[in-house]
């Protein structure tokens, strides 16, 4: 994944997703614990209204959360930007220049660790615990109720400074071939 960032990254400059404003959080969701059950979703919705007031939010929603959105009658305010999604340079595009990143997604809690972007996991665990521990990932878990409190501080500059991890260097593939031959 690192790998095929960094080969794709002298393009991100040249992605305009359209939906830029100077300074935003990035949300994503799509897992089932926090867009199908109905309450949750209402809580996390209203979070990031909350938060709005404070800081744009781009959202680019993933058809399947947009569905339970508008079951659940959401109205966002006018600074919570529901826009749709986009294609994965855009996207990156879009971390890349975020003030901070509020995902449920494991790939984005690696992109935005390699990126040098706070990102803060709506999740009570992860699979990829060295965003965590090396990165610039911070669990919050399934309470919305924080989201505004932590916003609030990586706005404030109390945020993980975070490091690329050993390995992450676009040579991954290189060194499973090498593996590979020496075995052959």
């Known amino acids: 994944m690192i790998d095929c960032l960094i080969n794709l990254r002298p393009r991100i400059a040249e992605a305009d997703s359209g939906v830029i404003p100077l300074k935003y959080a990035l949300v994503t969701l799509h897992r089932p614990s926090n867009v199908d059950d109905s309450e949750m ?31 659940i ?51 009570d ?9 090396v990165g610039t990932n911070k669990l919050i878990g399934r309470r919305p109720e924080r989201l505004h409190q932590e916003v609030r501080a990586v706005l404030a500059g109390e945020r993980k400074a975070g490091r690329v991890p050993p390995l992450w260097d676009g040579c991954s593939a290189d060194r499973i071939a090498n593996c590979l031959c020496s075995v052959l």
């Open 41 to 71: 979703l209402r809580k996390i919705l209203n979070a990031l209204g909350e938060i709005s007031g404070d800081l744009p939010v781009v959202f680019p929603c993933h058809p399947r959360t947009r569905h339970k959105i508008s079951e």
């Open 125 to 133: 665990t992860t699979e990829r615990p060295i965003t965590v521990t």
């Open 73 to 123: 009658a959401f109205e966002p305010p006018e600074a919570l930007r529901i826009c749709e999604p986009q294609g994965y340079l855009q996207f990156l595009r879009l971390q890349e220049r975020a003030a901070l990143v509020i995902t449920d997604s494991g790939g984005i809690q690696e992109e935005t660790t390699f990126l040098g972007v706070p990102c803060l996991t709506l999740r």
